[in-house]
C-alpha cells in the first residue's frame, strides 16, 4: 500500500475530511515556497478549522428552519420612521440572547417584521447559537397535538435546549382555548430561560381577542415583556408600496 493510500485512510479515520482534500496542493505549495513542514501543518489545520466552522453555521441555519433567509443588509430602513437601523443592528449583535430577554415587533402587516427578525436570528445562527423559527400558529398546532399524545412536555423540553426561538405573526388566528393555554405553558417555560422574538400585528390591548381569557393574556405579557425590547414599526406596507409602484410603471407603459 502506497503512502499516499495509507495517509488518506488515516485522515478519514481521523475524520478530517479537509485534509483529505487540500494536503497534495498545500504540501505542493509549501515545497515550491520553501515553507517549513510546521507551517504546512498549520495552513492545514487552520483550513480544517475553518471548514468545520462553516458546516456548523450551515446546520444551525438548517436546523433553525427559516422559510425564507433574509440579510439585514437587504432591508431598507428609508421605508419606515422606526425602529432604526441603529436599534436593530445593535440587537443583531445578540446580548439580549446570553439574557435571555425578548423582542416584541409590533405594527401593521407589510412593514418588514418578519424580514428583522429572521436576519437577527441568523446572525445568531452565525455565532453558533441554536436557534428555531416558528410560524405562531404552526407552533400552536404542533403544541397541542403533542398534547393530545402526551408528550407536550418532552416537546418543551427540547424547545429548552435551544438559545432563540422566533415566534412569527402572533394574532393573525385567534386560538382555541387548548392553544392559548399550551402556549402559556411554552411561554413560562421559556421565560428567563430562552429568548424569544415575537412578532405581532396586535397591540398589547388586543391580545385577548388571541388569547380570550383576560388572566391568561396578562400573565403571559407580563412574562413576555418583563425583560422586553419592544418594536413598534411605523411606516407604509412595502407590498402596497410595491403594487402602487408596479402599477405606475405599467402605467407609464
Known amino acids: 500500500m502506497s503512502e499516499n493510500v495509507l495517509l488518506e485512510s488515516h485522515l478519514k479515520t481521523l475524520k478530517l475530511p479537509t485534509f483529505l482534500a487540500n494536503y497534495r496542493k498545500f504540501a505542493e505549495e509549501a515545497a515550491q515556497a520553501g515553507h517549513s513542514y510546521d507551517r504546512f501543518l498549520l495552513a492545514l489545520a487552520e483550513q480544517e478549522i475553518a471548514q468545520r466552522k462553516r458546516n456548523r453555521t450551515t446546520r444551525r441555519i438548517n436546523g ?7 440579510e439585514l443588509a437587504d432591508f431598507d430602513f428609508s ?3 422606526s425602529p432604526s437601523k441603529e436599534r436593530i443592528a445593535e440587537l443583531a449583535q445578540g446580548s439580549f440572547i446570553g439574557q435571555a430577554q425578548s423582542i ?5 402587516p407589510g412593514l418588514g ?7 437577527i436570528a441568523l ?3 452565525r455565532k453558533g447559537l441554536k436557534v428555531r423559527f416558528y410560524n405562531a400558529a404552526a407552533l400552536v398546532n404542533e403544541l397541542a397535538l403533542a398534547q393530545d399524545e402526551r408528550r407536550l ?3 418543551i423540553t427540547s424547545l429548552l ?3 432563540l426561538i422566533v415566534m ?3 394574532g393573525f388566528i385567534p386560538l382555541s382555548t387548548n392553544g392559548a393555554h399550551v402556549m402559556f405553558q411554552l411561554c413560562s417555560a421559556l421565560y428567563e430561560r430562552v429568548a424569544t422574538i415575537v412578532t405581532t400585528n396586535l397591540r398589547f390591548a388586543e391580545w385577548t381577542k388571541v388569547f380570550g381569557d383576560e388572566q391568561l393574556t396578562a400573565a403571559l405579557l407580563d412574562r413576555l415583556t418583563h425583560h422586553a425590547h419592544i418594536l413598534e414599526f411605523i411606516g407604509e406596507s412595502y407590498r402596497f408600496r410595491e403594487r402602487m409602484q408596479r402599477e405606475a410603471a405599467e402605467a407609464a407603459d
Open 123 to 125: 446572525a445568531a445562527c
Open 79 to 81: 421605508c419606515i420612521a
Open 104 to 108: 416584541i415587533m409590533v405594527g401593521n
Open 153 to 155: 412536555s418532552q416537546l
Open 64 to 70: 433553525a428552519r427559516f422559510p425564507v433567509l433574509k
Open 113 to 119: 417584521k418578519t424580514h428583522l427578525a429572521t436576519s
Open 161 to 163: 435546549k435551544y438559545r
Open 168 to 170: 412569527d405573526e402572533l
